[in-house]
């Protein structure tokens, strides 16, 4: 089911700015699970199981749906397409690949001859096959976004490689997560399915001011440092959540930390630290709303992120739902030794 799942949801559009089809979709498969579905003005959408405690805490979990890709700004005479980025991009990554508009126009990302060596935005196109402007217009406009071809197949038993798993992996981990909580839980927990990550953690900063969490999670995928020649980092794919300590955007509260860790320890939970020295995630965004949130990161150990390869293993993601499940149904103050 979960592979299922995450194919499903990485064959959908929702590039940042864009994420409507991938809402939709989430919406129709959480709804069951939780006691409302809502979406706020920029588009997150935000489940809520509520507590049944005399005075519940919130507890955020977010996962944001878009993924990097690009929109188009000109389309020359001859029918060839230019276009900028959304989000950050490895453009030798993408280079010759198949792309898909979000209106299912497809084409193909190249480089202007004898300039691929050193690609740029102002020496690469789409040709999307035709052969005048008045042609390609008939298909694609300017402010149309497209992404490289998506879909996500299993090349072992346990390693599951395409694209976008970043983040369509945690958006999968949050709904197998909802599926396997008890009918009540203590606490209001707030599954958010953030919009615009990619390009400033945008939806995750505006959801965290609607709901001033109490405690707040990213569930997003981290670097690995277990191949060839990647930068030291003791995170490995396979060996279970990574429990984020810190990354370029934010210091994990540290009892917190600790009681994660304790928690997956005590649930025999295979889990890792992560310190990540570059990237961020909405954890950040949820750290400092309002008058600041306990903020944490369920990390899902991904090789090549933000390429159109990027890997993930099963038992890490079973690892991820399983520690989520978990905090759902702790009591977080008293696992962190808080004073309330």
Known sequence: MLFE?????????????????????????????????????????????????????????????DEIGFIVNYIDEKGFIRFAPLGGINLRAALYGPVVFANGVKGLLVSEAGKADDPKYATCYVDIGAYSQKDAEKRVKIGDTFHLQSDVTAISRRVWAGRPLDDRAGCAILLE??????????????????????????????????????FGFSVDVTATGDV???????????????????????????????????????????????????????????????????????????RYIHSGVE??????????IDLT????????????????
Request: aromatic share 4%; hydrophobic share 40%; net charge positive.
């Open 5 to 65: 799942t995450l194919k499903q949801l990485c064959r959908l559009h929702g590039v940042s700015g864009f994420e409507a089809p991938v809402a939709q979709y989430i919406a129709k498969k959480i709804s069951p699970y939780v006691d409302s579905v809502s979406t706020d003005a920029l588009g997150n959408l935000i489940a809520l199981k509520k507590g049944c405690s005399a005075s519940p805490k919130k507890v955020m979990f977010s996962a944001h749906m």
């Open 228 to 302: 060839p020649g990647a930068h030291t980092m003791a995170v490995s794919q396979g060996k279970g959540v990574a429990i984020k300590v810190k990354d370029s955007s934010l210091i994990c509260h540290p009892a917190l930390v600790g009681g994660m860790h304790k928690l997956a320890k005590d649930n025999k939970i295979p889990h890792q630290t992560e310190v990540l020295t570059a990237g961020g995630t909405d954890a950040s965004a949820i750290q400092l709303a309002g008058a600041g949130a306990y903020a944490g990161g369920i990390s899902i150990p991904s």
């Open 177 to 214: 997560a909802a599926a396997k909580l008890p009918a009540q839980v203590n606490d209001d927990i707030y599954f958010v399915f953030s919009v615009q990550e990619e390009v400033g953690c945008r939806g995750g900063r505006t959801a965290a001011f609607g709901i001033m969490p109490d």
């Open 311 to 320: 890997t993930v293993d099963k038992k890490d993601l079973e690892a991820c």
């Open 325 to 340: 499940v978990a905090l759902c149904q702790t009591d977080l103050v008293a696992l962190c030794g808080l004073s309330e």
